[in-house]
């Protein structure tokens, strides 16, 4: 499979002191759904920018389709800001959008036809956008990101603040994009779910460089442990009686032990704190998500209010 994106060792400062992107190289394949994750200010806009020639690169190389001009044609990007004018129908936002592209006529009628099917917006197609659900704008949003046929699309956390049903509709949608367009996806998420679900390959940056990457099942297996989450009376004392054996984290007022056989385990974890009179009052033990990759490599762990950003 072809390079869609390739990205060598690229720089990018803000001002005197603030590295966006430090030395971080790439590659993102042709016809994969390839998903960017990290906390805030991590460099995922900055990242994004740059391959839609928003910015540029101080130093290192960045190719699209193998060239280092980037064909604007050959790109669609939908950012979180929706580019959909209120006052107009679905249907004129989509044929505004065509002309800006050079469609017209037949062709155009048609495209938008195409879309307004393909999104299930053909019985909304004439009422007034401003009455749209946010799911039904998110889906024009995209309708309009495609309306050239671009072989590279952005999306830029394209379900944020959509309920769970239009958040699964939407990624059917992005799916069948991929498989009958042929189209490459980039996209951005804090929704662990949503990568997971969406991405052929993942890549996790944090402080403006790649820290892993891989497929989401790959990026499991690095984790390759359960965690025991433990809340207790005496944290700190647990913490450090924990952490001289195990790999523990402290996450605001539960502990995160990482562990191979994590429920064989449990025994022998609890009993080390029942022996120095610690009482433990919840315990579960999970497998490896996405969430646990993201925290073994960025420190973090990934909070309801920043998923809910
Ligand atoms: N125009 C700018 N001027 C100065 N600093 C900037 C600018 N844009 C981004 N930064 C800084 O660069 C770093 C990376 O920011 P970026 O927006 O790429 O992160 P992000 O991962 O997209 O974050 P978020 O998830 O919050 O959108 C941050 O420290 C940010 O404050």
């Known amino acids: 499979m072809k390079n869609a994106v390739e990205m060598k060792n690229v720089m ?39 391959l839609t020639s928003l910015a540029y690169p ?7 389709f193998g060239n280092k001009k980037i064909d604007k044609r050959l790109i669609g990007c939908v ?21 800006i592209y050079g469609l017209k006529g037949k062709k155009l009628k048609e495209r938008v036809d195409e879309l307004l099917r393909v999104f299930h917006l053909q019985e909304d197609a ?13 889906k024009l949003d995209l309708a309009m990101g495609i309306i050239h046929r671009p072989k590279l699309l ?24 991929q498989h009958t367009e042929g189209m490459t996806v980039i ?17 996790f940056i944090n402080d403006g460089t790649i820290v892993a990457e891989g497929t989401a099942e790959e990026l499991k297996s690095k984790v390759g442990k359960d965690t025991v989450t433990i809340t207790c009376d005496k944290q700190a004392q647990a913490y450090s009686i924990l952490q001289a054996s195990y790999k523990t984290l402290e996450d605001k007022d539960q502990l ?7 429920e064989q385990k449990l025994a022998g974890i609890l009993e080390k704190l029942r022996g120095n009179q610690i009482n433990v009052s ?28």
């Open 12 to 50: 990018k400062t803000y001002g005197k002191n603030v590295i966006a992107l430090n030395n971080l190289s790439l590659i993102m394949k042709e016809g994969e759904i390839s998903s960017l994750l990290g906390p805030n200010g991590s460099g995922k806009s900055t990242t994004i920018r740059m």
């Open 79 to 99: 950012s979180q800001s929706s580019g959909i004018d209120s006052m107009e129908t679905g249907r004129e936002n989509l044929t505004l959008q065509g002309r």
């Open 187 to 203: 996209l951005t998420t804090h929704y662990m779910e949503e990568a997971d679900e969406l991405s052929d390959w993942i890549a």
């Open 282 to 309: 919840s315990v579960t033990v999970s497998k490896p998500d996405l969430g646990d990759v993201y925290l073994l490599y960025t420190g973090k762990k990934l909070s309801a209010e920043e998923e809910a950003e």
């Open 154 to 177: 952005f999306l830029d956390e394209p379900t944020t603040g959509l309920d769970p049903e239009a958040r699964k509709e939407l990624w059917n949608t992005i799916k069948r994009l």
């Open 256 to 262: 995160l032990v990482m562990i191979e056989e994590g």
């Open 58 to 64: 101080d130093e290192g190389e960045i190719l699209i």
């Open 126 to 138: 004439d009422r007034l956008s401003k009455n749209y659900s946010g799911g039904m704008r998110r």
